[in-house]
């Protein structure tokens, strides 16, 4: 065996040193006692395992139970007794091929990660207020930039402004992918629950930083297809758009819209259109997933300008877009295929997946959709989520907050360690669930 004759000896006593194996399992419960679904899952990622460390355990609770959940975690980690763990509470539950939308379960996503090592953190509501990006967020995550850590997300919707919190992550960790989402279930402050091992958190934000021997691949779908041409934003106040190419917001809106056909003005009618901000104005043209897409949560007839939910610099190629079941199905489909071509010889070893409330059942009017799709298209790998008050994803190199969106994360062991053949190493089978 030769090695590169650049690397030291220490260097390659290292490389030598770095387990190649990661090992993950899932389990979901829809025991109606909260108590027997906490016992069930921790039963569960016990023999998922195999007898293997638990270094990293995510869980999502369903907002339906009514309980107090610190015992039941005390509970979970004497029993597991994993390294750090995370999770949050939500209307819908997403594991194995399920999603149970607005009924009683429990989903765990477990790992033995080694060569691994994690950083758990909070933020609450006035800390996040007084932050700012750099010596803030490195000494509360605990990892430094240079060890490029890929993170995990947890957000009350209530007590925290997720924008803020991304765009200092983003400044501080350039680069460094991030997903999660928002807490679901609630309907005001104190009403969602933040997970971070034996407490439970009522506000701010919650995560944890993974470094070392791991690489997290991310997907965003979000299920819009560009209609009508591109526009330049010509005059612009924070959120208000007042003008598209010269022209106001709205008869550029009209003119898009007198484009379709009348099967797709039906669906714009029913709410279905959004506006698409570029990510990239340096691409050459535009294209399907080259776009932020925002809600149009406003129009004034009066001077012609279309409100939207998010801030929109002058300058800033915007493009209208319509959102449909189809358009959802066809696009997950597509960056799933995209992503088994670039990695067909190192799969996932488990996945976190954070899908809208917008999507499920009320987009497709069949339960299971997305997460089937996903295991059929990458392998039965390990994989959990829930369902989100929004989504957090990376387009290009900067996270985002989104919405009606789909985001995973898919991890396997880092660069170094990859395998570099088709066949799938111990530890990294597809679990039983």
């Not at 007084?130 to 605990?142: H, L, N, Q, T, Y």
Request: hydrophobic content about 40%.
């Amino acid at each position: 065996m030769t090695f590169p004759p650049a690397a030291s000896k220490l260097e390659l006593a290292r490389i030598r040193r770095v387990p190649t194996i990661m090992r993950f399992t899932s389990a979901i419960s829809g025991e109606v006692d909260p108590a027997a679904a906490v016992d069930d899952i921790g039963d569960r990622v016990l023999n998922g395992l195999g007898g293997l460390p638990c270094h990293f355990i995510t869980l999502f609770v369903s907002s339906i139970y009514q309980t107090d959940w610190a015992p039941l975690m005390a509970r979970l980690q004497e029993k597991v007794q994993p390294e750090v763990l995370i999770g949050c509470s939500a209307s819908g539950i997403i594991g194995a091929e399920q999603e149970l939308e607005w009924v009683p379960a429990v989903s765990a996503v477990a790992a033995n990660l080694p060569g691994v090592k994690l950083y758990p953190f909070m933020v609450n509501a006035d800390e996040l207020e007084r932050a700012e990006a750099g010596g803030f967020w490195i000494d509360k995550v605990g990892a430094a930039p240079g060890d490029q850590p890929v993170f995990v997300l947890f957000v009350d919707p209530y007590t925290c402004e997720p924008r803020k919190l991304l765009g200092e992550i983003n400044e501080t960790y350039r680069e460094r992918p991030v997903v999660g989402g928002l807490a679901s279930g609630g309907q005001g402050p104190g009403e969602q629950h933040l997970i971070l091992g034996g407490s439970i958190v009522r506000e701010g934000a919650i995560g944890v930083a993974m470094t070392g021997n791991i690489t997290m691949d991310t997907i965003v779908s979000q299920g819009c297809r560009p209609i009508g041409r591109p526009y330049v934003v010509t005059q612009a106040e924070e959120n208000l758009i007042v003008k598209l190419a010269g022209r106001p917001a709205v008869a550029a809106l009209h003119e898009a819209l007198a484009s379709l056909s009348s099967e797709d003005r039906e669906l714009a009618q029913q709410g279905a259109v959004f506006a698409g901000l570029v990510v990239d104005e340096m691409r050459p043209k535009f294209g399907a997933g080259d776009f932020l897409i925002r809600n149009i949560i406003g129009i004034d007839p009066a001077s012609g300008a279309l409100a939207v939910g998010d801030e929109v610099p002058v300058g800033k190629t915007l493009q209208f877009h319509l959102r449909d079941a189809a358009t959802s199905r066809d696009e997950l489909r597509r960056l799933l295929q995209q992503h088994g071509h670039l990695h067909q010889f190192s799969p996932p070893a488990g996945a976190l997946f954070f899908n809208c409330l917008g999507r499920g059942r009320s987009l497709y009017g069949v339960s299971n959709h997305d997460v089937r799709t996903i295991r059929t298209m990458r392998g039965k790998f390990p994989i959990g989520g829930f369902f989100c008050n929004g989504e957090i994803g990376p387009l290009g190199s900067t996270n985002f907050l989104h919405g009606y969106t789909a985001s995973i994360g898919l991890f396997r062991p880092g660069q170094l360690s990859a395998p570099s053949s088709g066949r799938t190493p111990p530890g990294l089978e597809p679990d039983a669930s």
